[in-house]
């Protein structure tokens, strides 16, 4: 089978959250999801969001083994789960995630003349009262909550009193989170009602929000708690990797958008039938080259011949071929599963970070890009590999050190080259890369294109591109959609949750980034015609000549 993928280069992660904002705009900017972040940049160490989502003890999510070595859902069994099913304790309050507010700004506005400055203060998006913001969903950001809150990292319990208190001024990095897109999500394992499914043509997994009863199970057994609930419609959603997207070819908005250009999109072959035998070895740190293993060589004869008995199309082959995900993975094993020790088998990898090891080195005084120097700094600073491996590998350092050294290998290569003098050869053995992969792995990390970051083939149907278009919206969009309506008789509690609510009704007007490609303004900002109306360039003037598409496309 075949499955797009993510690799972030966590060493280009400067923090700007600007792919959390842009997909926010674009995904979730409706009543309802006001806490709702598919996309969020995490400060590490930290709790992260929501709040300590790590802590499997406390939430039962991901994947577990049975005394019998079998694979069973960590949330218990199927009659467990039906005995919760209307009073789960493993999911998480708002409270966990952030009560969500806003500022009465009509004070700031309607005040009468004073001596005073009128104070907005802040609201309650649920109730509608004054409250105290005491959390969000970027409390951490760069250790600004201090020790008192870092310390409740739940990775840093697992280390040693000295980690504790030094950590934080030792090693801080960022760590941008989507949906995983599993292999083997826990969460359409849990689904009651079938509602999330994987897409056999890319592996996306999505909700059906027609079938979705929001039984909230899902929340509970996803391990990185990146489904959320919407308390508007009553639907579970999630990150969609931007299908309507790259169903064109075009990378995600999180992607597109990434100032440091630190995301990666490709292709991966892999044997569907290896994916259960690999969840369920025993060493929770067999785990990351179990993963490895299901992997396939898309330039291995025998697996293209395969791929196309499976009916797996020649422009897929040659992107994965052609995918930058597949060499950061398999060929320079530089690329490390976040948790594998959840069993979920995730599809969006990080490259670890090297930039801190090379500032602590640069302080002392020493030359923080020679090899020596570097190769001994990662050895020597132990502290950041155990963090890192609990966070990539399961608690094993070796990977984790491999991959920083092959790194610092490279920058010290490169840079020796860069400055036209002759490279050190025992650079390429010593990190077990040819000189050739050095320079090729380089390219792809400091310099690649927009067309090398991003190998997406083109999976569209005829009309795909219309799915995301102004003229037909969405079945999201608006309380007329598929979804419950339970709750719309509290429905005035809500009238401060739609932000929307400052636009113009029509959705033709807004600024839509799902339609952007990147490349020019078209499709992006909604243009004129004529007559002075407002319409986007990719639809049609006359919503009434546009032809509608089933609200039950609409996943």
């Known amino acids: 089978m075949a499955q797009l993928a993510m690799v972030m280069n966590l060493d280009k992660c400067i923090g700007c959250h600007t792919c959390s904002v842009t997909c926010k705009q674009a995904w979730t900017n409706r009543a309802g999801t006001e806490y709702v972040w598919f996309n969020n940049v995490e400060t590490r160490p930290g709790q992260g969001y929501p709040r300590r989502y790590e802590d499997q003890e406390k939430w039962k999510g991901g994947w577990t083994l049975t005394k019998r070595g079998k694979l069973t859902l960590k949330s218990g069994s199927r009659m467990k789960r039906l005995l919760n099913i209307f009073a789960n304790p493993d999911l998480p309050t708002v409270s966990d995630y952030y009560d969500p507010w806003s500022y009465d700004y009509d004070n700031l506005l309607s005040a009468p003349q004073m001596d005073t400055t009128p104070v907005a203060r802040p609201k309650s998006l649920i109730t509608g009262e004054n409250t105290d913001v005491t959390w969000g969903a970027n409390w951490d950001d760069s250790l600004g909550s201090g020790p008192e809150q870092v310390g409740k990292d739940p990775l840093l319990a697992k280390l040693s009193e000295q980690v504790k208190l030094e950590f934080e001024q030792t090693f801080m990095f960022y760590l941008p989170r989507i949906c995983e897109h599993c292999l083997n999500p826990s969460c359409a394992a849990a689904c009651p009602s079938g509602a999330i499914y994987k897409r056999s043509e890319d592996g996306i997994v999505l909700v059906d929000q027609d079938k979705c009863r929001g039984w909230r199970q899902c929340v509970s057994s996803c391990p990185y708690k990146k489904i959320y ?64 293993g299901v992997f396939l060589n898309p330039h291995d004869p025998r697996v293209i011949a395969e791929a196309e008995a499976a009916g797996i199309s020649p422009d897929w082959i040659q992107a994965a071929q052609d995918s930058p995900v597949y060499k950061l993975i398999v060929d320079y094993k530089i690329a490390l599963p976040l948790h594998p020790e959840y069993r979920t088998m995730p599809m969006v990898w990080y490259v670890p970070p090297l930039s801190p090891v090379v500032d602590v080195l640069s302080e002392t005084g020493h030359d923080g890009e020679n090899v020596s120097n570097l190769f001994g700094a990662i050895d020597a600073l132990r502290i950041p590999l155990e963090y890192l491996a609990e966070l990539f590998t399961a608690g094993q350092i070796e990977p984790v050190r491999d991959s920083l050294q092959r790194l610092a290998g490279m920058r010290s290569f490169m840079r020796s080259i860069n400055l036209g003098q002759e490279p050190d050869m025992g650079i390429p053995d010593s990190v077990g890369l040819e000189p ?74 807004r600024i839509n980034l799902l339609n952007w490609d990147g490349k020019s303004a078209a499709g992006l900002l909604p243009a004129k015609n004529g007559n002075g109306d407002t319409h986007n360039g990719d639809a049609p003037p006359n919503d009434d000549a546009a032809e509608p598409i089933p609200t039950g496309a609409i996943r």
Not at 240 to 259: H, L, N, Q
Not at 279 to 291: F, G, I, M, R, S
Not at 474 to 483: I, Q, V, W
């Open 229 to 292: 609930f919407n308390h508007k419609t009553g639907k579970a959603e999630k990150c969609t990797f931007c299908y309507p997207r790259v169903e064109v070819g075009i990378p995600t908005v999180c992607s597109e958008t990434c100032v440091g250009r630190l995301r990666y999109i490709g292709v991966m072959l892999y044997d569907a039938d290896a994916v259960r035998a690999a969840c369920e070895v025993t060493d929770d740190k067999e785990l990351y080259p179990a993963q490895l």
């Open 436 to 509: 050739e992969e050095i320079e090729a792995m380089y390219r792809l990390l400091a310099i690649a294109k927009y067309e090398h970051r991003y190998v997406i083939p083109n999976g569209a149907t005829s009309r795909a591109h219309e799915l995301d278009s102004l003229a037909t919206g969405c079945s999201l969009d608006t309380d007329g959609g598929p979804g419950m309506t339970a709750l719309d008789v509290v429905v005035e509690k809500f009238h401060l949750t739609d932000t929307n609510g400052a636009a113009p009704d029509e959705k033709s007007n």
